[in-house]
């Protein structure tokens, strides 16, 4: 299992995470599926992402939005690609429009078989248990107009992922507050740093820290 | 200069943030609005062209309040400086009603007698012109034209000159109710609708939303400066646009052979034209002015009726020469459509008559454009030739000409080929562009075997492809698979959700141009990357993220915009000019599908309004509709 979580930030931040990701594609000029969290105006993001990418030397991409009608023809093509990333956004919307078109399960065999799954923010926290860190602090929680209620993603991982983290206290008392009701623990992780899951094994880009039953610890 | 410059934009810096030389903050924010005193009635137009109007006198409209302004717009036209926020105040709102919220005083008060306070009468006459409706009792225009708008006046900006109307001030003696039941209306007369000289903020509304689209998209369109909202969804329409003169009033004094009318009303556009800079080679005698404003016109009806054709917009266009304007700009939202798919047959139900289709435009705009061969050639020679002798004509193969050249080069656009590529492959290539377009017609025009039926307003035999998806999807699939896709799946691209299962048979023929469509896209990157000297792959990247913007899934239909017009109607208590401007100038950017825009996403999309929202579904759920 092949995975990358990014926290967010400027592209240039996450060029260290991209570089892990391409030698985990292992591939020259990967392929790359961009899911974006919404359609709207995700054309000018995809842009955007190919631009990014071209850079590093990827050539191959497909759009593939969720939360409108689509065919099979480009859903084939998107499974068939070396890498799916999912983008930031507002993390219910996505859960809702995944769910909806049975892309969860989609996803997760696409990991099975081998395929390497991203995800900024919103994206990476699809990949984790569930998305209940998308629904704290007060002051930076993703609104969930959808009112969705169940909250369970793909459970690919054996932690949940906190996005935009700040090392300050107001950060750090609702995460030390959530901790202490999961068995796992909640990996905080800065704009620029993530987390690289290889067949399995754990590895931090950047800084990282984990809250687990209460308590914080500064792992990278 | 420059220093004088400077030390003058900081007087008014510092006068705007407080006072200058005494004068009070809020003596300075009305002079803030002082371009609007020019909006008077008075027009270029009344002194040169006086056989192309109607005076009328007015007064001052109460009770009425700004539900919307056009902030941008505005700006462009000079009425508020640059740097005004987009907000409505107490001064701004009184300028507009003061300037725009007027009612003609028309026949029907002259004649019962009708008196008004003489501090509401305004000082300047107001202009409702003459022009050509085919929809007129009198074919030859002499009682048709603005049956309940006036010419608010002109405005001159930044080496532009705009002209502005209102819709909804008042029944003019020009409607057609007043020939038809030969009398004159009160305005507001509830007996009769159209003719009672009052307009609707729903009509305001839809034009607002559908021009700023379209003009976002590179088409000239009157834009709305305002509305000003009455009781009852009553509301006058500002609108506002370069030159609001369209062919009919010039075809009005042609056909009733009203030379000297004619001739003020064509040097009137030609000098305007001129002024605005739109015309920058006007010839020194006047018989080759004409010939160039011939020229000209030819130019942009062509161009019109491909760009119409290929962005599949419905502008009932016809011999009378009206609902469109003469530099190819559109006017009257009324009747005007975009379908999503190219919906050929279909035909707006006008009662007495059906319109044209989509595809007879093209003959339209030709028989307009052949029209201005027969004034020019009117003016020159004082004979007025009947309009078949003009038939072979020069102008009207240079029209095929035009109209054939701006169609590849639609084509192409829409395919994401880029500027200096386009030009190469029109000017190289031509042969190998037309002959793709004819199989991409073939797919566009393919019609669904339901056959023709009604829609809600008119009737329509469903297109049954969706051009916009294969342009986006296939040069996905090229690049990332290295070869051509399955006729299936080319067939599971394009489809749209009006084909039935046996419109999607793949036959002998139609695999074959699923075949050639294919090869020739090929073709195409082939060349470029040849022509250019990149890598295919790199041709086709670059394709693809023009395609992807151009041909983005959400595009709006006429039906989304009645739909959108109709939950803005709800919401409408809530909705402040303010909240209504922002919102039109949201969907607009979001509608705007030009690549080479420069434009990032600003607004997080989990703080989009509910409004925003709904107005998204509403233009995906008729996506493909008309």
């Given amino acids: ?220 | 200069m420059s220093v004088k410059c400077f030390r003058l934009k900081k007087i008014v810096e510092i006068s705007y943030n407080y006072s200058c030389m005494g004068t009070p903050l809020k003596k300075f924010e009305k002079r803030k609005y002082s371009k609007f005193h020019q909006v008077n009635g008075k027009h270029a137009l009344q002194k040169k062209c006086p056989e192309s109007f109607v005076p009328y006198k007015a007064r001052k409209r109460k009770g009425g309040k700004v539900a919307f302004f056009n902030f941008e717009l505005a700006k462009e036209m000079g009425l508020i400086p640059k740097n005004h926020e987009h907000e409505m105040n107490g001064d701004l709102e009184e300028k507009i009603l003061d300037t725009f919220s007027i009612v003609i005083i028309n026949e029907y008060d002259i004649i019962n007698d009708i008196e008004f306070p003489e501090e509401d009468i305004l000082p300047n006459h107001y202009m409702a012109t003459r022009y050509l409706q085919l929809q007129h009792p009198n074919k030859q225009g002499k009682t048709s034209g603005d049956g309940r708008s006036i010419w608010n006046g002109e405005i001159r900006h930044s080496g532009k000159t705009w002209d502005i109307s209102s819709c909804g001030t008042g029944a003019t003696r020009l409607s057609p109710a007043t020939h038809i039941q030969k009398k004159y209306f009160q305005t507001g007369d509830p007996t009769i609708s159209y003719g009672c000289g009052y307009s609707e903020i729903d009509e305001g509304l839809a034009t607002l939303f559908f021009s700023e689209v379209l003009r976002k998209n590179g088409h000239q369109t009157e834009r709305v400066l305002g509305i000003i909202e009455f009781s009852n969804g009553i509301s006058i329409n500002i609108r506002a646009h370069e030159n609001l003169l369209r062919p009919s009033h010039m075809f009005n004094h042609l056909k009733q052979g009203n030379y000297e009318g004619l001739k003020d009303i064509v040097n009137f556009y030609i000098d305007k034209q001129v002024t605005n800079k739109v015309w920058t080679e006007l010839p020194k005698t006047q018989k080759a002015q004409y010939r160039y404003f011939v020229d000209k016109q030819v130019e942009v009806f062509a161009n019109l009726s491909a760009d119409f054709e290929d962005d599949y917009i419905f502008c009932w266009l016809d011999w009378d020469g009206d609902n469109i304007l003469m530099d190819g700009g559109i006017i009257d939202y009324g009747s005007i459509r975009q379908f999503g798919l190219f919906h050929h047959e279909y035909r707006f139900d006008d009662v007495q008559r059906y319109s044209t289709s989509i595809k007879e435009q093209k003959e339209k705009a030709k028989l307009i454009a052949k029209t201005f061969i027969q004034i020019s050639e009117y003016l020159i020679t004082g004979d007025r030739e009947p309009l078949a002798n003009f038939n072979d004509h020069r102008a009207m193969s240079k029209f095929d000409e035009i109209f054939e050249r701006r169609k590849n080069e639609n084509l192409l656009k829409k395919i994401g080929v880029a500027t200096k590529e386009r030009e190469y492959l029109l000017q190289s290539q031509f042969k190998f562009v037309t002959d793709f377009r004819k199989v991409f017609s073939y797919f566009e025009r393919a019609k669904s075997a339901e056959g023709l039926h009604t829609v809600a307003d008119g009737v329509n035999w469903n297109a049954i492809f969706c051009m916009r998806d294969i342009l986006r999807e296939l040069p996905q699939i090229l690049l990332h698979r290295g070869s051509s896709i399955e006729r299936s799946e080319f067939i599971d691209i394009i489809k749209s959700t009006y084909a039935t299962y046996d419109d999607l048979e793949i036959s002998s023929y139609r695999a074959k141009k699923i075949d050639e469509f294919q090869s020739l896209y090929w073709k195409l990157v082939s060349k470029l990357s040849r022509k250019f000297n990149r890598e295919e792959s790199d041709t086709l990247l670059q394709i693809m993220m023009r395609s992807s913007v151009i041909n983005k899934y959400d595009r709006v239909t006429g039906d989304s915009i009645s739909n959108i017009v109709e939950k803005v109607m709800k919401r409408r208590p809530k909705l402040g000019a303010n909240e209504l401007f922002q919102i039109m100038h949201e969907f607009s950017e979001y509608q705007n599908l030009d690549p080479d825009n420069k434009r990032t996403v600003k607004v997080k999309k989990s703080e989009h309004s509910k409004m925003m929202k709904g107005m998204l579904q509403i233009v995906r759920e008729f996506r493909e509709g008309i």
């Fill in chain 1, 1 to 220: 299992m092949n995975l990358v979580l990014y926290s967010g930030g400027f592209e240039k931040e996450n060029i260290s995470l991209d570089r892990k990701l391409l030698e985990l594609a292992d591939k020259e000029n990967p392929s790359i599926t961009y899911i974006p969290s919404c359609s709207y105006d995700s054309e000018i993001d995809f842009n955007d992402f190919i631009r990014h990418y071209r850079a590093l030397g990827i050539s191959r991409f497909i759009h593939f939005p969720v939360d409108i009608d689509f065919d099979e023809t480009i859903k084939k093509e998107a499974f068939l690609s070396d890498i799916i990333h999912l983008s930031g956004g507002n993390t219910y919307y996505f859960l809702k429009h995944l769910r909806r078109k049975g892309m969860l399960k989609e996803l997760k065999a696409f990991v099975k078989r081998g395929g390497v799954l991203t995800g900024l923010s919103a994206g990476a926290i699809l990949m984790t248990p569930s998305i209940c860190t998308a629904g704290f602090p007060e002051f930076d929680k993703d609104e969930n107009e959808d009112n969705i209620k169940n909250l369970k993603a793909m459970n690919l991982v054996r932690f949940e992922f906190f996005p935009h983290y700040r090392n300050s206290k107001r950060y750090d008392s609702e995460l030390i507050k959530h901790s202490k009701g999961l068995d796992r623990p909640i990996y905080a992780c800065p704009d620029g740093s993530g987390i690289i899951v290889k067949e399995g094994t754990l590895a931090f880009e950047g800084k990282c820290f984990s809250f687990f039953q209460g308590k914080k610890v500064k792992i990278n």
